[in-house]
């Protein structure tokens, strides 16, 4: 009995966990939406990515905290982190930028939701 409570809790800790990362993705392609580069790291330059380091290391702690208590109790990784680090990095200059990409983000999110 006392194992099954301990996996009650970490699985509201882990649902905890993903509602706080939606939450602070949210707010930072928000953020991007409206014109602030850098969460997606498209730019090559150095200034742009220590505006969002805060905001990244942030998702990605939680990302991980996430995929913890998701791997102890048998689940798969954490898609949402997964696909937003998958989006990181240098794009060619063919891609959208970054705010495009934030909103896209946000109508796909808001999407889902309303599923």
Request: aromatic fraction near 6%.
């Amino acid at each position: 009995m006392a194992k099954a409570d301990r996996l009650a809790r970490l699985d509201e800790r882990r649902a905890e966990l993903e509602s706080e990362y939606a939450a602070a993705l949210v707010a930072a392609l928000r953020t991007t939406a409206a014109g602030k580069w850098g969460l997606f790291g498209h730019n090559g330059d150095r200034w742009t990515p220590a505006a969002v380091t805060a905001v990244i290391d942030n998702l990605n702690e939680l990302g991980d905290a996430i995929d913890g208590a998701r791997a102890r109790l048998g689940m798969p990784p954490y898609e949402l982190h997964q696909q937003f680090a998958a989006s990181r990095g240098p794009v060619g200059p063919e891609a959208v930028g970054e705010p495009k990409q934030a909103q896209a983000w946000l109508d796909r999110l808001a999407g889902d939701n309303a599923r």
